[in-house]
């Protein structure tokens, strides 16, 4: 089983013909209300190709928390560990969309209520886990006593860095796997791309998008190519390159194998609308890796 601690957002998305200017009042193009939060998305990820995963996280008493409870089960995903603050809203981000450019405002509300206390309510997931999979939506302290339970618990950690601004270097020595773009890997840790792949073998595997992503094995860095596409949605493809990289590492892939099947995961997740939405099967993963 994959568990996964982290955030429920539901994502509001105007689409527009142009970005409004200060005090000024437009007329949208369309609306949609699409379940997110990298939390669920990654969660998704990793059972639509068809693994067990258990969801950590806190939503509102509110519609939107329990349309994404709802949304979850669907993909059979375990919601019991869900929570529900008594005084928080559920998370939400506002994407306002204009000529394929994007401004996002991220509400975080019952996310940042998830609690160390949550977490010991739901040490029987995390304990026979054979994977738990992390990032920083929500609170610092919550993330840091995921890992020690992990740790001592032994079970491996694959840890996204976003928002990059809350991680901890000294998360390095306890977690199994960290998954940082370009941008967040700079931000992070302000060294060369080849110092560090040297400094962290085998667990710092950096995206580059449609590049595809890099790693060393210890003796030399490996380019893992991605997988041309024409892209309708980038949305979410990071969460698809996370959830299906937990998932093949689960099913006993080596590392370069793994990282090959999460590029043609996130391939095919942005040809389709929202991060949700176009997050493949296994079947259709298998199908391109066959055409490759």
Not at 119 to 136: D, T
Not at 213 to 241: E, N, Q
Not at 249 to 270: M, P, R
Not at 283 to 288: E, G, I, K, L, S
């Amino acid at each position: 089983m994959i568990t996964v601690i982290g955030s429920l957002n539901m994502d509001l998305i105007v689409q527009m013909d142009a970005f409004p200017k200060q005090g000024e009042t437009i007329l949208g193009q369309a609306f949609q209300t699409v379940p997110g939060g990298k939390g669920a998305n990654q969660a998704v990820a990793a059972a639509r190709l068809g693994h067990e995963v258990a969801m950590i996280g806190c939503v509102g008493k509110d519609s939107f928390g329990e349309a994404l409870r709802s949304v979850l089960q669907q993909e059979h995903i375990q919601t019991g560990a869900i929570v529900s603050s008594p005084s928080a809203q559920t998370g939400i981000a506002n994407i306002l969309i204009y000529n394929n450019d994007n401004r996002i405002v991220v509400v975080p509300g019952a996310n940042y209520e998830l609690s160390p206390s949550h977490l010991e309510a739901s040490k029987h997931l995390i304990q026979k886990s054979q994977m738990v999979i992390i990032q920083l939506e929500i609170p610092k302290e919550t993330t840091a006593y995921a890992i020690r339970m992990c740790k001592e618990a032994g079970v491996p950690i694959l840890l996204n860095p976003a928002p990059a601004a809350n991680f901890d270097v000294q998360w390095m020595e306890d977690i199994t796997y960290l998954t940082p773009n370009e941008t967040e890997c700079a931000e992070i840790f302000n060294e060369p791309i080849d110092h560090l792949l040297e400094k962290y073998p085998n667990k710092l595997i950096i995206t580059l998008g449609s590049d595809g992503a890099r790693y060393s094995d210890g003796t030399y860095p490996i380019h893992v190519p991605g997988y041309m596409t024409t892209a309708v949605d980038t949305t979410g493809a990071g969460d698809t390159f996370n959830g299906a990289l937990a998932y093949a590492l689960v099913e006993g892939q080596s590392l370069d194998e793994a990282v090959y099947f999460a590029n043609i995961a996130a391939s095919l997740s942005v040809e389709k609308f929202s991060a949700q939405g176009g997050m493949p099967t296994l079947d259709a993963v298998f199908a391109r890796m066959a055409g490759f």
